[in-house]
C-alpha cells in the first residue's frame, strides 16, 4: 500500500539555523499538506499545496515559512531562522480529493522529528 | 471549547470491553474523520464520515455522526491491547481544504 514518506525522521538544529523537512507524498495525489503537533498538543494545520501553489495558510504559517514542490515526487517545508518554540513533530499529508467529493482523506506520514536547541 | 474537542481525554478499560470516545466541533463541515496515534509515531486513519452519513462501519470501528449536534463518536468493539494509541478527530470545515484536529483520547487496553 503507497505512504508519504518524511526524511528525516529527526532533525536537531541551532536557533537561527535555516531547516529543510521532505516529504514524499503518495505518487497519484495531487493535494499537499503540512502540519505539525508541539509535544503533548494537538495537531496543528500549518498549509495546503496544489497546482504549484498555496491553497490555504495558517498564522502560524508565516514569513520564516516557505513550502515549495522541486520535482515531480518531493514536497519540501523550509524554516528560515528557526526559533524554540518551532520544536516539534512536523507531518506531511497528502490527499487525492476528487473534485465534487467530500471523501478526501488525508494520508499522513511519520512525522519529522524538529529540535532547535 | 475548540473545534474538535474529544472526550474523555483519558480512557483505560480492559481488554475484550468496548471503548466509546466523542468528538464536538463548532463550524458546518465537509467531513469527520478519526486518526489513531500511538506515542510518538504518526497518524493513521481510520475512518472518515461525510456530513450527509450518519453512522460508519469497518471492522471493529463504529463511528456515528449527528450533524445537528455537532457531535461524533467512535466506538471500538472487543478491545485488544494493541488498541492501546491516542484517537483524534479531524473536522474538515466547509470550504476549507485543512483538517482541524481535537485534543484526542488517550485509551488504554489493559490486558
Known amino acids: 500500500e503507497p505512504e508519504v514518506t518524511q526524511t528525516p525522521s529527526h532533525q536537531v538544529t541551532q536557533m537561527g539555523q535555516e531547516v529543510i523537512l521532505r516529504c514524499v507524498p503518495i505518487s497519484n495525489h495531487l493535494y499537499f499538506y503540512w502540519y505539525r503537533q508541539i509535544l503533548g498538543q494537538k495537531v496543528e494545520f500549518l498549509v495546503s499545496f496544489y497546482n504549484n501553489e498555496i491553497s490555504e495558510k495558517s498564522e502560524i504559517f508565516d514569513d520564516q515559512f516557505s513550502v515549495e514542490r522541486p520535482d515531480g515526487s518531493n514536497f519540501t517545508l523550509k524554516i528560515r531562522s528557526t526559533k524554540l518554540e518551532d520544536s516539534a513533530m512536523y507531518f506531511c499529508?497528502?490527499?487525492?480529493?476528487?473534485?465534487?467529493?467530500?471523501?478526501?482523506?488525508?494520508?499522513f506520514g511519520p512525522g519529522t522529528r524538529l529540535t532547535v536547541l | 471549547s475548540q473545534q474538535g474537542e474529544e472526550d474523555p481525554q483519558a480512557l483505560s478499560i480492559q481488554e475484550g470491553e468496548n471503548a466509546t470516545m466523542n468528538c464536538s466541533y463548532k463550524t458546518s463541515i465537509n467531513n469527520l474523520q478519526w486518526y489513531r496515534q500511538n506515542s510518538g509515531r504518526g497518524l493513521v486513519h481510520l475512518i472518515l464520515?461525510?456530513?450527509?452519513?450518519r453512522e460508519k462501519h469497518s471492522g471493529r470501528l463504529r463511528v456515528t455522526l449527528d450533524t445537528s449536534k455537532k457531535s461524533s463518536s467512535l466506538l471500538i468493539t472487543a478491545s485488544r491491547a494493541a488498541d492501546t494509541a491516542s484517537y483524534f478527530c479531524?473536522?474538515?470545515?466547509?470550504?476549507?481544504?485543512?483538517?482541524?484536529f481535537g485534543q484526542g483520547t488517550r485509551l488504554t487496553i489493559n490486558p
Open positions: 464520515i461525510r456530513s450527509n452519513e
Open positions: 479531524a473536522t474538515r470545515p466547509q470550504g476549507a481544504q485543512k483538517l482541524v
Open positions: 499529508a497528502s490527499a487525492r480529493w476528487t473534485s465534487g467529493t467530500s471523501t478526501d482523506t488525508q494520508y
